[in-house]
């Protein structure tokens, strides 16, 4: 399995960014896919996830109706829309894939069995 997280870049506070994470090696159907972000010095965190197949998304507080989570069947691809960035939202942004079920704890870094590399967001003021 392989999960190729990219997009990432400098944007200024305000603007918009999309990342995408493309996975590989095995069909996903149900699978959770998530967006995590760590920030220099501080703990890898949830931002984002959905299933994959179905409509299901959740989003931290601290970037719900600002970002948007996406995928794309065709291309086997999962997106990260941010609008609104701010400086603090400046990190790495990690992809990853957890098996079906374990919902109850969607926002943990324990409940998921692949990883991307990582792409970093900076977000200047």
């Known amino acids: 399995v392989q999960l190729q997280a990219s997009g990432g870049g400098l944007v200024q506070a305000g603007g918009s960014l999309r990342v995408s994470c493309a996975a590989s090696?095995?069909?996903?159907?149900?699978?959770?896919i998530g967006w995590f972000r760590q920030a220099p010095g501080k703990e890898r965190e949830f931002v984002a996830v959905?299933?994959?197949?179905?409509?299901?998304?959740y989003y931290a507080d601290s970037v719900k109706g600002r970002f948007t989570v996406s995928r794309d069947n065709a291309k086997n691809t999962v997106y990260l829309q941010m609008n609104s960035l701010k400086p603090e939202d400046t990190a790495v942004y990690y992809c990853a894939a957890g098996a079906p079920g374990r919902w109850d704890y969607y926002y943990s870094v324990d409940n998921y069995d692949y990883w991307g590399q990582g792409t970093l967001v900076t977000v200047s003021s």
């Open positions: 959905l299933q994959w197949g179905a409509s299901t998304t």
């Open positions: 090696g095995r069909t996903f159907t149900g699978y959770r």
